[in-house]
């Protein structure tokens, strides 16, 4: 297995290491030797279980996976500090803590689809984009794991939501879309109601709430929204935030407006195709943002 580079600037981290400490006169040929033998039993044992180690291109493949994976870990371990990566590769445990902090990163943010991977529980796809040769030019493992990882915290983050904001437990997976679609109907139901759990009876409740002149301002919902938050663990919270788009608040705020005239239609004892009226007219002029889309029966 070669671990050189050409340039080892943009390559796997692993490789960057060790072109460094090379460079620095830190790494001596019987340090590098033993953690090429290193790489290649790890590789054999990866083509072992997911491959098959006596197909030469498979067990290129392999390398290649243990090369991604050392490197995930690796930069993760180090703080992308490459001195002190080269510390960990020194360590007794060589590679192998690395590749277990990678893989167990992966498994992490893996998507759990029901759909068996060749990789157990690590995404096939995602492993094709950490897995790397030793003398790419440039690896872009971490901005894949980064993305899989944001994309595992929107997803847990709607969950979260739903556990702890929804009065019901079963949800249809369809009924939402988005994160910041079940972030805005926990916040506005939440600040009509006084912070009750979420139901699908907003439409009904709507009749009867007083709405406050106050309530009517970008300022309520950005506390009301950070009230929200506060309640959640801090990475998920956070995660939350950096998904919410600049009209957020502001959609909130129109879907009071229409709440408003949506409550004045109420009291005038209109028909349900009335209301249904007006709510399909403003969805499709400026789709609302927080009000319920459920179909009542």
């Known amino acids: 297995m070669q671990l050189m580079l050409r340039d080892g600037s943009f390559g796997p981290f692993l490789t960057q290491v060790i072109t460094t ?8 040929e019987d340090e590098l030797k033993h953690i090429k033998s290193k790489a290649v039993l790890m590789s054999l044992k990866f083509a072992d279980k997911f491959y098959n180690k006596h197909k030469m291109h498979l067990l290129e493949q392999a390398s290649h996976d243990v090369i991604g994976v050392v490197s995930l870990g690796l930069q993760e371990l180090s703080n992308s500090d490459i001195h002190q990566a080269l510390t960990l590769l ?15 990163m992966l498994v992490t943010v893996s998507k759990k689809t029901g759909k068996a991977s060749l990789y157990g529980d690590v995404e096939e796809q995602l492993l094709q984009h950490i897995a790397s040769p030793p003398d790419a030019e440039e690896w872009t493992g971490v901005a894949h794991y980064k993305h899989a990882l944001t994309e595992h915290r929107r997803t847990q983050s709607m969950q979260l939501l739903q556990q702890q904001f929804y009065a019901r437990t079963h949800f249809d997976e369809f009924e939402h879309f988005s994160l910041e679609e079940v972030l805005a109907e926990v916040v506005f139901y939440r600040a009509l ?3 009750d759990k979420v139901r699908q009876d907003l439409k009904k409740r709507i009749r009867n709430i007083t709405l406050q002149p106050h309530w009517f301002s970008d300022a ?22 950096e998904d919410l788009g600049q009209h957020f608040i502001p959609a909130l705020l129109r879907t009071l407006n229409f709440a408003k005239s949506y409550q004045a239609l109420t ?10 009226a007006l709510e399909g007219k403003q969805g499709l002029t400026n789709p609302l943002l927080g009000w319920p889309q459920y179909i009542e029966l």
């Not at 020194?90 to 167990?104: C, H, R, S, Y």
């Open 193 to 195: 109601t006084g912070g």
């Open 220 to 241: 309520f919902f950005q506390l009301q929204t950070e009230a929200t938050l506060t309640e959640l663990p801090e990475a998920n919270a956070n995660a939350i935030r």
């Open 267 to 276: 009291h005038t004892d209109a028909s349900p195709e009335k209301l249904d």
């Open 90 to 104: 020194l360590a007794p445990e060589g590679l192998v803590k690395p590749f277990q902090k990678g893989w167990n």
């Open 21 to 28: 400490a090379q460079a620095e006169d830190k790494l001596s």
